[in-house]
């Protein structure tokens, strides 16, 4: 009876934690969690009663691939965007180091007032107590993040979380180009067209009868690139 009682407890802590390993699929839903994870250890650090650390001044950056740092790609940008709403809704004071000094007029496009060009950008306002980064790096299924709170004036990591994203049909668009090309590889089909089979006169199919067909990622394009000028491409925050 002991040994089916302490079967029954291992396959239920099992399937408990099957989720947590296997990741999420929901970007949102890795947001908050991360988002959730590292106020409650910056909160623990300001030696606060409980969460959310309010009024805390943040700016939040895209996080980068761990192989290259110059890269980023749509998965991470989207990510960050969910953490920033997160914060802005839970009372931090979020800085936007994207806002540009005057409206841009682009025909075709319309009125902006964000931009990722250096030149453009209003950085005068923009002195930060904490940054959050991160990195993240992709296996054959998922991508993993690990995302920091940093202390700006001295780089000290206050916080760290870290969240897998499983990846699907959908998060596989989200991905930069060398990433889909992989998921695309590793990607299983999941369609079979039942063809009716023709005979010869040997009596031997001249049809297969199943036909398969990896997913086509060929039309899916990442965003734009930050456009590298022959100009400083730095923002010092912590002056």
């Known amino acids: 009876m002991r040994k089916v009682l302490l079967i029954i407890t291992v396959l239920t802590t099992l399937c408990c934690a099957a989720p947590a390993l296997a990741g999420t699929t929901s970007i949102p839903g890795a947001a908050k969690s991360a988002a959730t994870q590292l106020d409650t250890q910056l909160a623990e650090r300001l030696q606060l009663l409980e969460g959310p650390a309010k009024g805390t001044t943040l700016i939040l950056s895209t996080p980068v691939s761990l192989e290259n740092m110059e890269e980023s790609s749509p998965l991470s940008r989207l990510l960050a965007e969910e953490l920033a709403m997160w914060f802005v809704q839970s009372g931090y004071r979020v800085q936007e180091i994207r806002k540009t000094k005057h409206m841009l007029f682009e025909p075709g496009l319309g009125e902006l007032s964000l931009s990722r060009d250096v030149r453009f950008v209003d950085a005068r306002y923009l002195k930060s107590a904490v940054i959050l980064t991160g990195t993240y790096s992709q296996t054959q299924r998922n991508v993993r993040f690990n995302l920091r709170l940093l202390h700006a004036p001295t780089g000290e990591v206050l916080a760290m979380a870290s969240q897998t994203i499983r990846i699907t ?12 090309a992989r998921a695309r590889r590793i990607q299983p089909s999941v369609s079979t067209n039942l063809r009716q089979v023709s005979m010869n006169d040997a009596g031997t199919p001249t049809q297969d009868w199943n036909t398969w067909a990896l997913p086509d990622f060929t039309d899916m394009h990442t965003l734009t690139k930050p456009v590298r000028e022959d100009v400083p491409n730095v923002i010092d925050l912590t002056d």
Do not use: F, I, P
């Open 169 to 180: 049909r959908e998060t596989a668009q989200l991905l930069d180009e060398g990433a889909r």
